[in-house]
């Protein structure tokens, strides 16, 4: 492998025939390890963990290319990413035959034995280049400037400088601990995001995807830019089940974002709606993406408790997203999807052929309500989807179904299972050499202990981190090092796991490396660097609604319901002034910036819970409202004219 190799990345290869055998072998191996350990312990957290790395290793170098070429119809598999395979299957099951000495070992006074040399340094390089493969070089980067942190640092003067570790002390850390490879973010990838993985694989086999774009369209088909709304609520919709941008992105991107060309939406817009309302899969109740997961174990904060805290900012969200799609059709004259040519049936009807696939939604959150082990939830509600499957006609799931939805999760899952066993040497080199608490001091002398400034340091971090990454990585590399340091300005625990999970979805939608924002580009064949400057734009209530909560508690559901209530209608007006100044259009356009830099001031000082600040925007509001009020009473511009109330929906 050459040095240039290091800062690419590979792609998924067009397995042979032969190799697609090889690999449904494994496949239904490592679903049966996961299925019989993951949801009731009946295999031991750490050797689940390390089978679990174990297989997606394998499988990565069995599908993944080292870098990126020319892909070819059927590929086989070269020698060398076949004894990495199998050198990391050996290593799987290396760790199985001696899980009890190693959890039973005393870390860093033990030696490490000759064995035990060659299979920490295995798993450590393996893990490594399969980072590299299937995320990039960005968190590969990351992983080795902390890795020489832990050995430079004893040289380094001053505030940086720490005592430093031995390559033995290292490679034990990473590797037969839970402080390494093997730490929360691997333990959640494991469990919980496996098992809700397979069931969004399953509902969506099942034709719960297309009764959720049905349900979509029968909602907003008969809207102006029916298209972009019905990729709103579509990916919304999925979003409860999918829980990741990039997947969204692909299922309901590929039907909406031809759709919205068609009308007349520009390649770019089209995609940046469609990027941006997958980026809200990872912070609508009540999956809410992986983050969420790791919250649970990062925070120790109950998963209900969280689904409740996010449900009013993630509404707000889509309906800030809504106001600017619905603000830009009407400026644009759109007109309704659904026609005489095109019907629509209405969502009555698709609710009465399609009820059985919302059982097993209302079966998951009814088992998250009663505070049911998230795994066990995810098992349940898969069963209850293949059950339901048997008695909607043409969706009936086999053998042969089943086996394919496991291949999809399984293979589906290797970018999220390297990121989160790379992200765990992050982890544990942070640990290891105290650099979290040194973080937290740097903040607050590069803030002045101004808590703003320290939340703006926090989202660029965030931001910063994510470039590439899945969100689980991004938020458990930034909630590691950062949400310290907002504990320490008292925000609350709830308010500031958040605040890192937000901006960690939206670091999907961020240029330069908006990985969401290119997916959905090479759906519509826009630029890619256009089409995540227009996803910011329309997903600016993400970027805001963080800051608002921290301040207001009350719109994360906590407090009287006086402070609820006018936190949620105080935001919802906030978000709605910098949408409309954004797109230049309230109760008509707004043909003077002034009144878009109006609007959106007015917008922003929301965010500061005081009451003066409340009276300024306010007034910004009513002032600009008023004056658009007049002009359009006065001077009505025939082609802005609804012609029906439902069309201005």
Same mark, same amino acid.
């Given at each position: 492998?050459?040095? %240039?190799? =290091?800062?690419?990345?590979?792609?998924?290869?067009?397995?042979?025939? /032969?190799?697609?055998?090889?690999? *449904?072998?494994?496949?239904? &191996?490592?679903?049966?390890?996961?299925?019989?350990?993951?949801?009731? %312990?009946? &295999?031991?957290?750490?050797i689940l963990r390390g089978l679990?790395?174990?297989?997606?290793?394998?499988?990565?170098?069995?599908?993944?290319?080292?870098?990126?070429?020319?892909?070819?119809?059927?590929?086989?598999?070269?020698?060398?990413?076949?004894?990495?395979?199998?050198?990391? +299957?050996?290593?799987?099951?290396?760790?199985?035959?001696?899980?009890?000495?190693?959890?039973?070992?005393?870390?860093?006074?033990?030696?490490?034995?000759?064995?035990?040399?060659?299979?920490?340094? !295995?798993?450590? #390089?393996?893990?490594?280049?399969?980072?590299?493969?299937?995320?990039?070089p960005v968190l590969l980067g990351?992983?080795?400037?902390?890795?020489?942190?832990?050995?430079?640092?004893?040289?380094?003067?001053?505030?940086? *400088?720490?005592?430093?570790?031995?390559?033995?002390?290292?490679?034990?850390?990473?590797?037969?601990?839970?402080?390494?490879?093997?730490?929360?973010?691997?333990?959640?990838?494991?469990?919980?995001?496996?098992?809700?993985?397979?069931?969004?694989?399953?509902?969506?086999?099942?034709?719960?995807?297309?009764?959720?774009?049905?349900?979509?369209?029968?909602? !907003?088909?008969?809207?102006?830019?029916?298209?972009?709304?019905?990729?709103?609520?579509?990916?919304?919709?999925?979003?409860?089940?999918?829980?990741?941008?990039?997947?969204?992105?692909?299922?309901?991107?590929?039907?909406?974002?031809?759709?919205?060309?068609?009308?007349?939406?520009?390649?770019?817009?089209?995609?940046?709606? $469609?990027?941006?309302?997958?980026?809200?899969?990872?912070?609508?109740?009540?999956?809410?993406?992986?983050?969420?997961?790791?919250?649970?174990?990062?925070?120790?904060?109950?998963?209900?408790?969280?689904?409740?805290?996010?449900?009013?900012?993630?509404?707000?969200?889509?309906?800030?997203?809504?106001?600017?799609?619905?603000?830009?059709?009407?400026?644009?004259?759109?007109?309704?999807?659904?026609?005489?040519?095109?019907?629509?049936?209405?969502?009555?009807?698709?609710?009465?052929?399609?009820?059985?696939?919302?059982?097993?939604?209302?079966?998951?959150?009814?088992?998250?309500?009663?505070?049911?082990?998230?795994?066990?939830?995810?098992?349940?509600?898969?069963? $209850?989807?293949?059950?339901?499957?048997?008695?909607?006609?043409?969706?009936?799931?086999?053998?042969?179904?089943?086996?394919?939805?496991?291949?999809?999760?399984?293979?589906?899952?290797?970018?999220?299972?390297?990121?989160?066993?790379? !992200?765990?040497?992050?982890?544990?080199?942070?640990?290891?050499?105290?650099?979290? *608490?040194?973080?937290?001091?740097?903040?607050?002398?590069?803030?002045?202990?101004?808590?703003?400034?320290?939340?703006?340091?926090?989202?660029?971090?965030?931001?910063?981190?994510?470039?590439?990454?899945?969100?689980?990585?991004?938020?458990?590399?930034?909630?590691? /090092? $950062?949400?310290?340091?907002?504990?320490?300005?008292?925000?609350?625990?709830?308010?500031?796991? #958040?605040?890192?999970?937000?901006?960690?979805?939206?670091?999907?939608?961020?240029?330069?490396?908006?990985?969401?924002?290119?997916?959905?580009?090479?759906?519509?064949?826009?630029?890619?660097?256009?089409?995540?400057?227009?996803?910011?734009?329309?997903?600016?209530?993400?970027?805001?609604?963080?800051?608002?909560?921290?301040?207001?508690?009350? +719109? #994360?559901?906590?407090?009287?319901?006086?402070?609820?209530?006018?936190?949620?209608?105080?935001?919802?007006?906030?978000?709605?002034?910098?949408?409309?100044?954004?797109?230049?259009?309230?109760?008509?356009?707004?043909?003077?910036? =002034?009144?878009? +830099?109006?609007?959106?001031?007015?917008?922003?000082?929301?965010?500061?819970?005081?009451?003066?600040?409340?009276?300024? *925007?306010? $007034?910004?509001?009513?002032?600009?409202?008023?004056h658009q009020y007049i002009i359009?009473?006065?001077?009505?511009?025939?082609?802005?004219?609804?012609?029906?109330?439902?069309?201005?929906?």
């Amino acid at each position: 492998m050459t040095l %240039g190799m =290091l800062f690419k990345e590979g792609r998924r290869r067009n397995l042979s025939p /032969l190799w697609v055998k090889i690999t *449904g072998v494994l496949v239904l &191996i490592f679903s049966a390890i996961e299925l019989y350990g993951a949801p009731f %312990g009946f &295999i031991d957290s750490y050797i689940l963990r390390g089978l679990f790395v174990s297989f997606a290793v394998a499988l990565t170098f069995i599908c993944f290319t080292p870098v990126k070429s020319a892909p070819k119809e059927s590929e086989d598999v070269p020698l060398l990413d076949i004894l990495l395979a199998a050198a990391s +299957l050996c290593v799987g099951m290396y760790l199985t035959v001696n899980g009890t000495d190693i959890i039973n070992r005393w870390t860093g006074v033990d030696p490490l034995l000759p064995a035990d040399w060659v299979v920490t340094s !295995a798993c450590v #390089l393996l893990v490594l280049e399969v980072t590299r493969r299937t995320v990039g070089p960005v968190l590969l980067g990351i992983i080795l400037v902390f890795i020489a942190y832990n050995f430079v640092g004893k040289y380094l003067p001053g505030y940086w *400088g720490h005592r430093g570790c031995t390559l033995e002390t290292f490679l034990d850390r990473m590797v037969f601990t839970y402080d390494g490879i093997f730490s929360t973010p691997l333990g959640v990838a494991c469990t919980y995001v496996f098992m809700f993985v397979l069931f969004g694989h399953t509902f969506n086999a099942a034709g719960g995807g297309k009764f959720f774009f049905s349900l979509a369209a029968s909602i !907003a088909g008969r809207m102006r830019g029916g298209p972009a709304k019905i990729s709103v609520i579509a990916s919304a919709l999925y979003g409860t089940v999918s829980g990741s941008p990039v997947s969204d992105v692909v299922t309901t991107g590929s039907i909406t974002i031809p759709l919205m060309k068609k009308l007349g939406y520009t390649p770019e817009f089209a995609g940046a709606v $469609a990027a941006s309302a997958c980026s809200g899969a990872s912070i609508l109740p009540p999956i809410m993406g992986t983050a969420a997961f790791l919250m649970v174990d990062v925070a120790g904060i109950p998963y209900i408790d969280i689904a409740v805290a996010a449900a009013i900012p993630a509404v707000i969200y889509y309906v800030a997203l809504m106001l600017q799609v619905h603000d830009r059709s009407v400026m644009q004259g759109m007109r309704p999807i659904a026609d005489d040519e095109h019907p629509v049936d209405p969502a009555r009807k698709v609710l009465r052929e399609n009820w059985l696939y919302l059982i097993p939604i209302v079966l998951l959150i009814v088992l998250i309500v009663e505070r049911i082990n998230p795994t066990v939830v995810g098992l349940c509600a898969t069963l $209850a989807v293949i059950a339901v499957s048997w008695f909607i006609p043409g969706h009936r799931m086999g053998i042969k179904e089943i086996y394919g939805v496991l291949r999809k999760t399984c293979l589906g899952i290797l970018t999220v299972a390297n990121a989160s066993a790379a !992200a765990g040497m992050v982890i544990g080199g942070i640990m290891l050499t105290g650099l979290g *608490g040194k973080f937290t001091s740097l903040v607050f002398a590069a803030t002045g202990g101004q808590s703003g400034l320290c939340l703006a340091m926090v989202a660029l971090v965030c931001i910063v981190l994510g470039m590439g990454m899945p969100v689980p990585a991004a938020y458990v590399l930034t909630a590691t /090092l $950062a949400a310290p340091a907002l504990l320490e300005f008292k925000f609350s625990l709830m308010g500031s796991h #958040l605040f890192i999970v937000y901006f960690a979805a939206i670091s999907a939608i961020t240029p330069p490396v908006a990985v969401a924002a290119y997916a959905a580009a090479g759906i519509s064949e826009g630029n890619p660097n256009s089409t995540g400057v227009q996803a910011v734009k329309l997903s600016i209530a993400a970027y805001l609604v963080p800051f608002v909560f921290m301040y207001r508690p009350g +719109l #994360l559901m906590s407090g009287s319901l006086f402070d609820i209530v006018y936190a949620t209608v105080v935001t919802t007006i906030g978000v709605a002034c910098v949408a409309s100044g954004l797109e230049g259009y309230l109760h008509g356009p707004l043909r003077s910036r =002034l009144y878009r +830099l109006l609007l959106i001031v007015g917008g922003i000082v929301f965010i500061w819970p005081a009451g003066w600040s409340d009276i300024a *925007g306010f $007034a910004i509001f009513a002032f600009v409202y008023a004056h658009q009020y007049i002009i359009r009473k006065n001077n009505p511009d025939p082609a802005l004219q609804d012609r029906a109330v439902q069309e201005s929906i």
